[in-house]
Nanobody, 125 residues
Framework: QVQLKESGGGWVQPGGSLRLSCAVS????????MGWFRQAPGKERELVAA?????????VYADSVKGRFTISRDNAKNTVFLQMDSLKPEDTAVYYC?????????????????WGQGTQVTVSS
């Protein structure tokens, strides 16, 4: 059974930074894609960033986070990261990591097979 566990969330002032981590267990091969999603109260879950297992394929980002967030993964350690800089109050949400095992599209929540439980990120002064 594949399990994902996020860490690194918390409270930060606007303009600050946080680094989220997601450790994957129960999988012995590199999944096709991993992503970070977020969901704010009353809103749908949205893609923040996604990355393939092959590093020659550029990561994808939501327009709202381009230039501020960076996704990366360590296939050897089955871990994916989200570096979040220049945080804004509108980035406040529960952040989830997700795992898609096999090839296909990976831009939507329904494309992913496994999910973490989420970690809260709050940006306020």
């Amino acid at each position: 059974q594949v399990q994902l566990k996020e860490s690194g969330g918390g409270w930060v002032q606007p303009g600050g930074s946080l680094r989220l981590s997601c450790a994957v267990s129960g999988r012995t091969f590199s999944s096709y894609a991993m992503g970070w999603f977020r969901q704010a109260p009353g809103k749908e879950r949205e893609l923040v960033a996604a990355v393939r297992s092959t590093f020659d394929i550029p990561a994808v980002y939501a327009d709202s986070v381009k230039g501020r967030f960076t996704i990366s993964r360590d296939n050897a350690k089955n871990t994916v990261f989200l570096q979040m800089d220049s945080l804004k109050p509108e980035d406040t949400a529960v952040y989830y990591c997700a795992d898609r095992l096999y090839s296909g599209t990976y831009y939507s929540a329904r494309d992913y097979d496994y999910w973490g439980q989420g970690t809260q990120v709050t940006v306020s002064s």
